[in-house]
């Protein structure tokens, strides 16, 4: 990144959302202990060196860089039609819940409330812009899709973990 690579500027970008997003579950799923201080400078520091990235990035010119070889179209809509799958299922989710009188316990909260308000609402604005060829969904639908590409072997490592130990 530092010698101006496009790729290790989006890996590092999508790395940075990767810690922000998933040390934000520390900050609060996790009950209140030692590691704190250390969870929230890892989603500070992640959102600072984002910010800095977002502020500093040429997007005509990654934009220019990625056009050519990127399925553009295709990776805009599945990105757009993915986050509008998710985020309606966790409202469905949530409707129900009302209309039971039940209670987001505290994991499913935090995981709707970040998706909600921020993960899902970019992910199918950067989806539509990159089926738009808008320059800004080039910059942002890649480190989204290194986000997710974390997330998911995060998650399959996570479960084989838990069937492995009973």
């Given at each position: 990144t530092s010698r101006g690579s496009a790729r290790g500027l989006v890996v590092w970008a999508g790395t940075m959302i990767y810690f922000?997003?998933?040390?934000?579950?520390?900050?609060?799923?996790?009950?209140?202990?030692?590691l704190f201080p250390l969870h929230a400078t890892l989603v500070g520091s992640s959102l600072v060196a984002l910010g800095v990235i977002i502020f500093r990035i040429d997007v005509g010119r990654l934009a220019h860089h990625f056009n050519k070889a990127m399925p553009a179209r295709s990776l805009g809509g599945m990105m757009a039609m993915?986050?509008?799958?998710?985020a309606t299922a966790w409202l469905v989710d949530v409707a129900q819940r009302l209309r039971h009188g039940e209670v987001l316990d505290q994991v499913a909260r935090g995981i709707y409330t970040i998706d909600l308000t921020v993960m899902l609402p970019v992910t199918v604005a950067a989806g539509l812009l990159l089926w738009r060829h808008h320059p800004w969904g080039y910059a942002l639908s890649g480190p989204l899709l290194v986000n997710a590409l974390l997330s998911v072997l995060t998650l399959w490592t996570t479960s084989l973990l838990v069937a492995a130990s009973g």
């Open positions: 922000a997003y998933w040390y934000h579950f520390h900050l609060t799923g996790i009950p209140f202990g030692p993915l986050g509008s799958l998710f």
